[in-house]
Nanobody, 131 residues
Framework: QVQLVESGGGSVQAGGSLMLSCAVT??????????MTWFRQAPGKQREGVAGFYTLGGGTTYYSDSVKGRFTISRDNANNTLYLQMNNLQPEDTAMYYC?????????????????????WGQGTQVNVSS
C-alpha cells in the first residue's frame, strides 16, 4: 500500500502562488508508481482531477482545462515527492487538494482523472484563495 502525505496548503490572495507537496512512504519508490494525480474538492462540488503524472513516457502530464497554464505537476525521485506548483491562483481554486496514486495500468488520456483507478489517497491539504 502506498501512503501519501500532502502539505503546503494555505491562504493566499488572488494572483498569488502556492506549492503543494505529496510525500510518498519511503517503502515505495515514487518512480515505480504508475500514475499520480492531484485532485481537489470544493464545498458542495464533486472531486475533480486537476493534474496527472505518468511514470512511463518520460513523465507524461495531463491538466484540466481550468488549471492549464497556471499549475505545474512535477516529481522529485530523490525526495520521493510529488509537487503541484500553483500560480495565479483564483478564488475558484479554493478547495481541499488531495494527491492519489494508481498502481494498475489504464488508459492515460482519461484515466488520470478517474477516481476509481486510484486506490491510495492522502488526507488532503486546504487551499483558500481570497479575492
Amino acid at each position: 500500500q502506498v501512503q501519501l502525505v500532502e502539505s503546503g496548503g494555505g491562504s493566499v490572495q488572488a494572483g498569488g502562488s502556492l506549492m503543494l507537496s505529496c510525500a510518498v512512504t519511503p517503502k515505495v519508490k515514487i518512480y515505480t508508481i504508475y500514475c499520480m494525480t492531484w485532485f481537489r474538492q470544493a464545498p458542495g462540488k464533486q472531486r475533480e482531477g486537476v493534474a496527472g503524472f505518468y511514470t512511463l513516457g518520460g513523465g507524461t502530464t495531463y491538466y484540466s482545462d481550468s488549471v492549464k497554464g497556471r499549475f505545474t505537476i512535477s516529481r522529485d525521485n530523490a525526495n520521493n515527492t510529488l509537487y503541484l506548483q500553483m500560480n495565479n491562483l483564483q478564488p475558484e481554486d479554493t478547495a481541499m487538494y488531495y494527491c492519489a496514486a494508481a498502481t494498475e495500468p489504464h488508459i492515460w488520456n482519461t484515466g488520470w482523472r478517474q477516481m476509481n483507478y486510484f486506490g491510495n489517497w492522502g488526507q488532503g491539504t486546504q487551499v483558500n484563495v481570497s479575492s
